[in-house]
Structures are given as C-alpha cells and as structure tokens.
C-alpha cells in the first residue's frame, strides 16, 4: 500500500472555482478509481487560492490479475469434422491464446466457442499516469483562460505539479504550445511568510510541510480558524461578529495563511442605515462587520478582514482597509443624502427611463400594470377601502427605489431603501414595510411578507411578471429559467399558503391575461394559449411544491391535481397533507380498496362527477337487490356529511363517512346479496353504475382515489 499525492500549483484562483474543483474532484476521483479497482483505503482532498491537491492513502500497488471468461464464435462455425476452422483460428490469434486453449460450450442460443484468460493487472503508477491529466484538464468552470502560447485552458495558469508515490516521482507532463510542466517533488510556500520552494520528501509529509511553510492546506481547517479568529478579534473590541456563512465560505478560499486584523471607521458613518454599511463592508471589500449585541443590528464603527499577508504588519492593513472602507462609506453617504434630498414618490416618473423587457415596456408601465393586478385581488379577498388604500400606494411606489443613486450603485438595496425613504418621506408605515416585503422571499433562506399590504403586492408584482413574459414566449426550458419565473410562481403559491389567501389563482390569471388582451401594445395574440400555459405552468409548481418542500407522495400529490387545485390553492394543500397523514395512520386502507373500485368501474357510467345527491339520478324501483338498496341508504346518509366537510373542509367528516360506506358496499360487490353492476338490462346497469359514480363522487372530494397507489 502507498500513499499518492497529486498538487497541481497555480497563480490565485477564484475563491469560487477552489471550492467548485474540489466537488468535482470529490465526485470523479473515488468513482474512477473504482471503476478500476484501484480504491485507495482514504481520499483527501486538499485546496487553497494556490493550488489543488490530492491525496490517496492506502493506494494498491496495481490491479489484481483477473480472469475473463471471453465468448468467440459458434461452434458450428470454428469446427468443421473435428477441425479448426479460420473462424476459430482468427478468435484464438485475437486473444493470444493456442486453439487447444478453446473451449465450446452449450447456451441458450447454442454452442459456442470460449476462452478463459487471465488479464494482469496494470500498475498504479501507470493508471495515474493516464487519468491525472484527465482530472486537471477536466475540471469545468467559468472564464478559463490561455496562457503563453498554447491551448491550455485553465481558470489561471498552471505553474508547477507535484506527483509523488510515497517517495518517489510519478512522471507526469502538462504542454502547454512551448511551455511544458512536468511533475516535480517541489511545491511553494506562501508567498509572503514563506517564498521559498518546499521540497517533500515524501507523499506522507505534505499536510505538514506545507503548514511549516505557513500554508494551511484544508479548506475546513481554514474555515475554522478563520471563523474563530473573527469571534476573537470582535470580543477584543467589545463587539459581536456578524458571519455570513457565504462570506465565510468566501474568504477561506481567499487566503492560505488567514491573520484576523479589526479596522476602524468614523462614527458618523453609522448614521447611514446599517444594510448600506454591512453591503459595503460584506459584498464589496470582503470584511466581517461588527455589531454591540447578538439579536441587534445596531453596528459598531468596527470590523475584521481576513489578511494573508505578514502579520507583523497588522497595523499597516488595518489603516489601509480602513481607508478603503472609509471611501466606500462616504459615497453610501453622499448618495443616501442626495436621495432624501426629495420624497420617493418624485422618483417614480423616471421609471419611463427604465426599460422591464423590450416588448413589455418600461418600469412605469409594469408599476401600472401591478396596480392593476393588486386591485383584482383586493376584489378577491374582498378588503376594506384602507388596506385597499395602503397597497394601491405601495403598488405605485414598490420600484421607485430602483432609480435612487444608492440602488444604482448598490442593487441588492432595492426594497430595503425603498422602505427608508418612505418612512423619510412620512409614508404609512404599512406601505413603507410593504415595499420591502414585496420582494421577499429573495432567496432559500428568506422569509416570507408578513404583512397583508407586502403580500398582496408581492403577489401582483409576480403574477404581471408571470403573465407578462409568458406573453412573450420565454418559457423556461429544462434548466434555463432567466427571469426566475419558477421562483416566482413557488413565492406566490407559497405567500398564499403560509397567509392562508382565500384567493382563486385561476380566475386570477385569467384576468390578469385578459388586462394584457385588452392593452394593444403588449401585442397578446393568442389569448386562450396563454391561459392554458399559465396555468400547466401553475399546477407543475403545486406537484414540485408539494413533493419536494413538503414531502407529501407522488401518488397522493396527482390525487388531488386538477384545475381545481388553482381555484382553491388552499384547499389542495390541505387534501394532500389529510391524505398523506391518512396514510401514516392506516386510515386510508380502511377505504382504499371499496373506492378504488368503484372509481374504476364508475369510468364506464356517465355520471357527472359533481353529482352528489342520489335524487334525481338514482331510480328506486330499478333496484333489484337488498345490497343496492343498502348502498342508496348509505350514499343519502354520506351527503350532509360531505357537504359539511365541503364547507368547513373539515375532511375527517367525510372519511368518517365513507368509512361506514364501505362495509356496504364490499356487500354490494361480494357479499350473499351482490349483484352483476353490469346488468343485461339498461336500466339496472346504470343504476349500478350510477350508485357507483356517486361514491366516486364523494371521495373526489378529497381527492382521486383512482391516482393513488396501494401502500
């Protein structure tokens, strides 16, 4: 057993693309090595700005010889009289083996001609060989580059390569046009502390060497020390830290020998709202900010960079990223005043200047058109004139921010300075914290609006998007979606469910579609399709919302699908989580197999399925036996509790009643008095068929039992 170690050396990566390779790595690797039975007993995976590194423990000399049972000819067709023929001749010389070494065998299609041969097992050092190149030159990612004059391409040039098998040199080489890199046993420090090369002696000694080299090679290692060194440097000052985990992830792959240094800022910048000042020192210089208490948001006039420089030199970096911060918060400053210099509603003409898509106009023309669509589902839910007045002004100010200075230079601002300025501007307080809402959730980790104002704006907004680029013809396709409109859909069925909206998102669209056929300039040609689009598009997200965030069954997610998941999103949510806990309990096979049946069989009736009542659609005097009689007794009983299930979607009523509905009808199927549902006489038969239709009915209900899968 040996041990590998593989570092390809480079000029400073993308702190993206370290953690990106080594995924890829993680992947490729142990799966090719596999494949060849070559597993090493560990694999490490190893990367800084500088490099990437691998290393196999335990790695088998080589392959195990293996013996292969290879299959040539047919017998009939290798042997003639007893004789060898050309067939049998040209397969032993194929296989390097004699014609003595043939063997024929009886299969299912025949006689055919066999050999057994043992293939030796290759070398590691000889499978490395091969696959090393393909796991460097492999790696995929975004703006490769070539260097000197080659094809090469890598995110940075490739400067040297390490291979080595415990001691020794594995021969490996990169050429590059010219320039050519070959597999050494010499790696590099870091480029300050250490920049000397380090010579390893060893496979075994890497971890360590580059350590005495002031290298810390494992990114988790890195991310650990980097994290409580924050913790460290905040306590120094009295403050607490604030750590992204994107951030943090961020910087480890920054640095390879991390020193935490705290800076300082002038006070007076911490007049400017606390996100302007966390987005400068976070997104743009990198730096950790620094707040006076864990549940507050209140900063303090400090922070903390990453150095991976000599930390003798902290006080230097620490002015100097001060300076820079400083320069940064003054423009935050300039620009945060300039912008109250008027009120936000004085901004909202320039969104003429603002293009939304080409053929869907400006900015100014989509804010219209959201005002619109928040009036439709004021209507809906049936609001009072001052919420209605509320979010008719949030509808009307929700993107003026997008034309301040501070959310020109800072977009990930918008909403969250459109809610200062409003408040600054003395808007209500409830169309200041709608404008923020309305953009939520903005990613995995968001929350959802809160308030009724930030929801039903944040649902208009979406839904004149939906309905908007729809229109255009830019559906998503496989995993291209450029305006998010997957995400956009999942945020309104989720602001729906998580307020509990009575809305109907059906008639909703279909309005919303019919605003757009009414205004020429957006050009709608085909109305009726884009209804059709609209809402395929609106039931896939209710299945992948369904299954995949709430973990209900496929079978019972189908079960309750249908238009009528749209007209009522909440009721769909609530069918399937009752028929998923229905399942867990054991509940459902108390009725599956009575309603499946009859669904199966009510398919050859031409009961309606909204039927409900056996008045009118079931005839007495056609009902021959006594089990047909109990099943009409049974279905006059069910309806009040349907109904009331109905009404209060209280679905335990109606399993209540079609678990007493069942034993009735497992008689009508197969007990002493059971009957032929497919009768000679037309009358009887649809009787039965009819009997049978409104049981269906009634479990419809709840759901389609003929969609779900017996557990």
Known sequence: MATFLLEVGTEELPASFVSDALHQWQTRIPAELAELALTPDAVRFYGTPRRLAVILDGLPSGQSDRTEEIKGPPAQAAFKAGQPTQAALGFAKSRGVDVADLEVRDTDKGAFVFVNQTIPGRAASDILSDLIPQWILGLEGKRFMRWGDGDLRFPRPIRWLVALMDGDVLPITLENGSMVCASDRISQGHRVLHPAPVTLRRAQDYVEALRQAYVEIDPAARRLLIERQVEAAAKSVGAVPMISPTLLDEVTNLVEWPTAVVGKFDAEFLELPPEVAIIEMESHQRYFPLKQDADGLT?????????????????????????????????????????????????????????????????????????????????????????????????????????????????????????????????????????????????????????????????????????????????????????ALRRAANAVLNIIWAAGLPLNLARLLDTVVSDFVQDPSLGVNDPEALRTQLHDFFLQRVQTLLQDEMGIDYDLVNAVLSERALADPLDVKDRALFLQAMRRSGRMDKVYETVNRATRLAAQGTLDTQVLDPAGVIAPAALEAKSEQAFLAALQTLVPQTQAAQASRDYDQLVAGLEQVAPVVSDFFDGPDSVLVMADDPAVRQNRLNLLGLLRNHALVLGDFGAIVKG
């Open 299 to 483: 900063l303090m006039p400090y922070f903390v960079t990453i150095s991976n420089g000599d930390p003798s030199k902290d006080a230097i970096i620490a002015e100097g990223n001060a300076r820079v911060i400083r320069a940064r918060l003054s423009d935050g400053k300039f620009f945060f005043d300039a912008d109250r210099a008027q009120p936000l509603d004085a901004f909202v003409a320039k969104l003429e200047t603002v293009t939304f898509e080409e053929r869907l106009g400006s900015m100014a023309a989509k804010v219209k058109r959201i005002g619109a669509v928040a009036d439709h589902l004021c209507d809906q839910l049936n609001l009072g004139a001052q919420p209605r007045q509320h979010i008719r002004r949030a509808a009307y100010l929700c993107k003026a921010d997008l034309v301040t200075q501070m959310v020109g230079e800072f977009p990930e601002l918008q909403g969250v300075m459109g809610q200062k300025y409003a408040l600054h501007s003395s808007e209500p307080e409830a169309v200041a914290t709608a404008i923020f809402e309305h953009y939520l959730p903005r990613g995995a980790q968001d929350s959802l609006p809160q308030t009724l104002v930030g929801q039903v704006v944040g649902i208009a907004d979406r839904l004149d998007t939906l309905v908007g680029i729809f229109s255009t013809g830019q559906l998503p396709t496989g995993s291209s979606d450029p305006f």
